[in-house]
Each structure stands twice: as structure tokens, then as C-alpha cells.
Nanobody, 114 residues
Framework: QVQLVESGGGLVQAGGSLRLSCAAS????????MGWFRQAPGKKQREPVA????????NYVESVKGRFTISRDNTKSTVYLQMNSLKPEDTAVYYC???????WGQGTQVTVSS
């Protein structure tokens, strides 16, 4: 059974940086396409933030372009989200998602203070 575990969230001041990690366990194959989503306080739906294919093609929501970078290390079955120049509006619970296995991680809280 494949499981995704996020880490790296926390409290940071505006303008600061955080790096999120999403480690997969229980998978013998490539993770294929992976994504990061976030759910802001008071919002009912999760917003897609970034995605990466098995070959490294990336996509970003407009609001994070130039600030966030998604990457992967297939040897470690891990996907990362480097977040720079953080803004208070980036505050949310961040989730990683496997498009292949259609599963979510448990989420990690990111709080950006002004």
C-alpha cells in the first residue's frame, strides 16, 4: 500500500522560505506524475499549486510562478516544493498528491506572518 508523508511546513515571516518534502513508501515503481495542492483557511476546496511529470515537466499556478519550484528525486521516491518569497496569502495546509495512485498525503501546515 502506497503512502505519502509530507514534512517541512512551519511558521515563517513574509519574504522567507520553506521547503516541503513528500516521501512515498510502499511503491516499487516510479511515482509518475505528482502534485502539490493547498487548502487555505476557510476555503472548502484544495487549490492546485504545482505538478511534475515523471520526466520532470513542471506546471505552476500563476500566483506562485517565479517563487515556488517543484522537483523530484526518483531514487528517494520524494517530491519537493521549494517556496521562496512567501506571502501571507500562501498560508494553507499543503498536500502532495499522486496522480498514479490517486492518493493524498496527510498535509503539512504552512503559516506566513506579515
Amino acid at each position: 500500500q502506497v503512502q505519502l508523508v509530507e514534512s517541512g511546513g512551519g511558521l515563517v515571516q513574509a519574504g522567507g522560505s520553506l521547503r516541503l518534502s513528500c516521501a512515498a513508501s510502499g511503491s516499487d515503481d516510479s511515482l509518475s506524475a505528482m502534485g502539490w495542492f493547498r487548502q487555505a483557511p476557510g476555503k472548502k476546496q484544495r487549490e492546485p499549486v504545482a505538478s511534475i511529470t515523471s520526466t520532470g515537466t513542471t506546471n505552476y499556478v500563476e500566483s506562485v510562478k517565479g517563487r515556488f519550484t517543484i522537483s523530484r528525486d526518483n531514487t528517494k521516491s520524494t517530491v519537493y516544493l521549494q517556496m521562496n518569497s512567501l506571502k501571507p496569502e500562501d498560508t494553507a495546509v499543503y498536500y502532495c498528491y499522486s496522480y498514479r495512485y490517486i492518493i493524498w498525503g496527510q498535509g503539512t501546515q504552512v503559516t506566513v506572518s506579515s
